[in-house]
């Protein structure tokens, strides 16, 4: 995901919040060149992509539904609350932000809590990558969030970091809408502090685990 708007002279304004998602893609192995160049390409080709942004991100929601549907169906009892399992444990430098971005989501919808342990469903990761943050998918039951110092210094990190996990729980990128929706990513603009998805965020979240994970079970 790009800002949707302009490419700015600095480029770097142009990166906004989200999914810059590669199908196939293995972890991320270290910094990437970030040159102001090598940004202004990228968050252009990114935003005209945004098509095949949106069917990735639906990837990498399935991919992560689909690993919980396998732990429920060993563990059938389990509560009534989907439990996705996430590791922040390569993403030490955003530990707060990660702790941050679980407690809202966790105190925002009911059908489904974040917690950090074993055998994660996802990941977290930090480093540098002129894509800026992004969620990706392996394209076989797991996935990653990638989070870029530079954009984390930029936008509200904590913002960042509940956006990208947006993407995890479902969420698609909405560039155009106000401060108050959390997958407006960058579109309002570095000023944005908002870190808390609103009514309709939270009520498709829930909806999406009450019902999605029904139809990954039979899948």
Known sequence: MRHPKVLTRTLTAALGLGLAVSLGAAAPAGAAPDTAADRGAQAYAGYAGSAEEAKANQAF????????????????????????????????????QIARSTQIWNSSVVNVRLVEGSNPDFRYYEGNDSRGSYASTDGHGGGYIFLDYRQNQQYNS????????????????????PCSELMSGGGPGTSCQN?????????????????????????
């Open 61 to 96: 929601f399935d991919a992560v539904m689909t690993s919980v549907a396998k732990k429920r169906a060993a563990n059938p009892s389990a509560a009534a609350a989907v439990t996705v399992v996430y590791s922040a444990a390569n993403a030490p430098s955003f530990r707060t």
């Open 158 to 177: 904590t913002r960042v970091t509940a956006h990208e996990t947006g993407h995890v729980l479902g969420l698609p990128d909405h560039y155009s809408g």
């Open 195 to 219: 870190a808390t998805p609103n009514s309709q965020e939270r009520a498709r979240v829930d909806q999406l685990w009450r019902y999605g994970l029904a139809s990954a079970f039979k899948g």
